[in-house]
């Protein structure tokens, strides 16, 4: 079974800094695109991050360019968002998914002071 | 950004029977090989979106084949033949041909 296990969230206070990891197991993460898409309290889904299987192919949604990055651990079977200079609109709950098609219970992200 | 437009915002059907959401996209998501990338979400209260439907009409594993899927080129609809109870929640579709992967604004089923 598909498990992705998404944990680091919490309350930030803006201009701050949150690490969020992401450890996959029952499939070979290794084999996989994976991607981040939050989803802001009460609304609609917006997809963040993507990296391709080595890691060399990396795409960003223009609201976050320049302050998260995303990275992965094919050895730890991990997924990783570091999310730096932290604004209000980024308080969401950030699903791991991989490819487009398994999803993450998800973890929330507040950002407030 | 490719702009995806969902209709209705929300319906109420009686279980039993048909509902049909239409997801319309600003370009097309015909890929030069071929494959349409257009995909269907259901997000179950409390729940993280689960896949239903890939490539427009093909159903994720485990899912009913009371849910279908068609279109082409910028026209898609998702088809549910006899709506359970269990089909509550908000539906997405997405498209994934262009970076970056863009949503419609959700439908939200509920149960008359």
């Known amino acids: 079974e598909v498990q992705l296990v998404e944990s680091g969230g919490g309350l930030a206070q803006p201009g701050g800094s949150l690490r969020l990891s992401c450890a996959a197991s029952g499939f070979t993460f290794s084999n996989y695109e994976m991607n981040w898409v939050r989803q802001a309290p009460g609304k609609g889904l917006e997809w963040v991050s993507y990296?391709?299987?080595?890691?060399?192919?990396?795409y960003y949604a223009d609201s976050v360019k320049g302050r998260f990055t995303i990275s992965r651990d094919n050895a730890k079977n991990s997924l990783y968002l570091l999310m730096n200079s932290l604004r209000a609109e980024d308080t969401a709950v950030y699903y791991c998914?991989?490819?487009?098609?398994?999803w993450g219970q998800g973890t929330l992200v507040t950002v407030s002071s | 950004d490719i702009v995806m437009t969902q209709t209705p915002l929300s319906l109420s059907v009686t279980p039993g029977q048909p509902a049909s959401i239409s997801c319309k996209s600003s370009q097309s998501l015909l890929h030069s090989d071929g494959r349409t990338f257009l995909n269907w979400y259901l997000q179950k209260p409390g729940q993280p979106p689960q896949l239903l439907i890939y490539?427009?009409?093909n159903r994720f594993s485990g899912v009913p084949d009371r849910f279908s899927g068609s279109g082409s080129g910028t026209d898609f609809t998702l088809k549910i033949s006899r709506v359970e109870a269990e089909d509550v929640g908000v539906y997405y579709c997405?498209?994934?041909?262009?970076?970056?992967?863009?949503f419609g604004q959700g439908t939200r089923l509920e149960i008359k």
């Open positions: 490539e427009v009409s």
């Open positions: 998914v991989r490819r487009l098609d398994n």
């Open positions: 997405m498209q994934n041909i262009h970076v970056p992967p863009t």
């Open positions: 990296i391709s299987i080595s890691g060399s192919i990396i």
